[in-house]
């Protein structure tokens, strides 16, 4: 069975001050996604990392992936309020095995709740 | 361009009623998954659909669940009879599966908000 966790489960940060959230995952994949949630919202996708090394930046964010070590990160720069939410990574599996119907599926970890403080 | 359209957004109603969960999604997107999200268990994967076939419904908790997709434009999440426990935030989500297999990222629904008495 797929585990996905992620480190820390809630993070309190400075504005200004820089952090990396980390996403541990079980079994082989090369596909994994990190999205955004703000409190009673949605998700939102922030990146798509589609290989071993890929590097996705947007504004102060930047994710990375490791498939070798099973790990990504999204790291934070210079934190503002406006990045306060919760941030998952979601992991890219393909299950059943390839075939007519067939579907890939996301497994999610637990999230991060990262509040940045003034 | 609209989104993935889920309906009601919130949901009240007591122990023991049926309850029907409705998901619009994205034109030409060719997977459709249902997800419940709670403090307790975070966000769980139900059940998904592929060009409207169920592709694994392992997710779902027990027989009172149930979910239909009749075509591409429309899905139903059904909870017959409901209990408090089933009380948690619902969310559809829709993506295009690529010919290799590969999924585009998942876009999420608003979420219906289920309270259960």
């Known amino acids: 069975e797929l585990k996905v966790e992620q480190n820390p489960l809630f993070l309190s940060m400075q504005e200004g001050k820089n952090y990396t959230i980390y996403c541990n995952y079980s079994t082989t994949s090369d596909r994994l996604y990190w999205y955004r949630q703000d409190p009673g919202k949605s998700l939102e996708s922030l990146f798509v990392l589609l290989s071993n090394g890929a590097v996705k930046q947007e504004g102060r964010l930047m994710a990375s992936l490791d498939t070798k070590a099973r790990l990504s990160t999204l790291h934070i720069t210079a934190a503002v309020h406006d990045l306060s939410a919760t941030y998952f990574c979601a992991v890219d599996i393909e299950a059943p095995p390839a075939g007519v119907g067939s579907a890939r599926q996301l497994t999610f970890g637990s999230g991060t709740q990262l509040t940045v403080l003034p | 361009d609209a989104g993935v359209i889920q309906s009601p957004r919130h949901e009240v109603t007591e122990m023991g009623q049926e309850v029907t969960l409705r998901c619009k999604p994205i034109?030409?997107?060719?997977?459709l998954f249902w997800y419940r999200q709670t403090m307790m268990r975070g966000l769980e994967l139900l059940i998904y659909f592929n060009n409207n076939v169920p592709i694994d419904d392992s997710g779902m908790p027990e027989d009172r669940f149930s979910a239909k997709m009749p075509n591409a434009s429309f899905s139903t999440l059904k909870i017959q009879p409901s209990e408090p426990r089933d009380s948690a935030v619902y969310f559809c989500?829709?993506?295009?599966?690529?010919?290799?297999?590969?999924?585009?990222?998942?876009?999420f629904g608003d979420g219906t908000r289920l309270s259960i008495l």
């Open positions: 989500a829709s993506s295009f599966q690529l010919s290799d297999g590969l999924n585009q990222p998942q876009h």
């Open positions: 034109s030409g997107h060719n997977s």
